[in-house]
């Protein structure tokens, strides 16, 4: 049974900066790709960031580009995200996400194991 754990989410100012993080168990961590959505209250989730398997390139939404950093470390199981220059507009409980089949890192419906969320307000 594949377990995600996000944690980090929190209050924070206007052009402010959190890391969340992503604890994975249950299976081989570093062989699947992993993602980070976002779901505002009243949106649809959304894409933020994605990483394959070897962690090499990151992808991004067009909102974070430039401001937010996906990295893992498969040493430890954990994905992070690194947040940048926040903005109102990125208050959202934010979800990590992996599975074994996903060719589209952009494309929830691929992604099979979903954390519990971390909520994220940033206050303008």
């Known amino acids: 049974q594949v377990q995600l754990v996000e944690s980090g989410g929190g209050l924070v100012q206007a052009g402010g900066s959190l890391r969340l993080s992503c604890a994975a168990s249950g299976r081989t961590f570093n062989r699947y790709a992993m993602g980070w959505f976002r779901q505002a209250p009243g949106k649809e989730r959304e894409f933020v960031a994605g990483?394959?398997?070897?962690?090499?390139?990151?992808f991004y939404g067009d909102s974070v580009k430039g401001r937010f950093t996906m990295s893992r470390d498969n040493a430890k199981n954990t994905v992070y995200l690194h947040m940048n220059g926040l903005k109102p507009e990125d208050t959202a409980v934010y979800y990590c996400?992996?599975?074994?089949?996903?060719?589209?890192?952009?494309?929830?419906?691929?992604?099979?194991?979903w954390g519990q969320g971390t909520q994220v307000t940033v206050s303008s």
């Open positions: 996400a992996t599975g074994e089949h996903i060719v589209s890192l952009m494309d929830l419906n691929e992604y099979a194991y």
């Open positions: 990483l394959w398997g070897s962690g090499a390139t990151a």
